[in-house]
């Protein structure tokens, strides 16, 4: 091949390996610009992410103490339960007349939904006195 013709080959080579190179430049760019987008967007996510952890544990914490609140006062309640009919069946036994305990928590929903022949409960502190048992007792 003559030199001469060498020229327009160098020259189209030349155009070829710069378009390669400036396409894999063009790549590399694209990617680097889609890598910090992502990173604007994450970055946000990530934030948000370490506060809602932190709420998360923050409840999780309450709802315990409120777990731990509830046994206790369940415990409490049904203590409570035992001495009031004791006391009651003491004072029965001596001759004093003492109405049932009253419910300790009002009824459940699927209780009140079987319950249709049951009288409502009471407004709180509007329990029957003894008196006013034993009249009811009596029929009078």
Do not use: C
Request: charge should be neutral; glycine fraction near 8%; hydrophobic fraction near 45%.
């Amino acid at each position: 091949m003559n030199v001469e013709a060498w020229g327009p080959l160098a020259a189209l080579a030349g155009v070829i390996v710069g378009w390669l190179a400036g396409r894999g430049k063009n790549r590399a760019d694209a990617a680097s610009v889609i890598q910090d987008a992502a990173l604007e967007l994450v970055q946000p996510l990530r934030a948000d992410l370490r506060e809602v952890r932190g709420e998360l544990t923050v409840y999780r914490e309450r709802v315990g103490a409120l777990e731990r609140q509830e046994r206790d006062t369940l415990h409490l309640l049904a203590t409570h339960a035992g001495w009031d009919m004791a006391l009651a069946t003491a004072a029965r036994s001596a001759g004093v007349a003492v109405p049932d305990m009253p419910p300790l928590f009002p009824p459940s929903r699927a209780e009140r939904t079987r319950a249709t022949d049951r009288q409502p409960l009471p407004a709180p502190g509007r329990w029957p006195t003894a008196d006013q048992e034993t009249r009811r007792a009596a029929g009078a």
